[in-house]
């Protein structure tokens, strides 16, 4: 008795510590992702100010990647920000290139 009661709190204890370590990387995935994020709005920053609509278009690019490879990670907000952005760059790339020609 006292041997299956010691091998399920080793299962107990090591199942637990799984479960730790799997929502510790989750806890650092998320870091990442905000990371990320945060960098792509740092490059958004520069490319509006430079008025690049086609890198903005790129970065949407990667932000959409990183949202579909990590949707709960992501909020709804952010998701909204970068569609915004996306469509903005869009038409303004557009305007832009008509204007050229």
Known sequence: MKKITLLLLFSLYNLTGQCLASSSKRSLNTDSIADQIEEMQRELDNYI??????????????????????PREISSTKTLFFGVIKRNATSLLLKQNSEKK
Do not use: M
């Open 49 to 70: 100010r430079s008025r690049d609509y086609t890198s903005i278009l790129r970065v949407v690019e990667k932000f959409e990647e990183l949202d579909q490879k990590n």
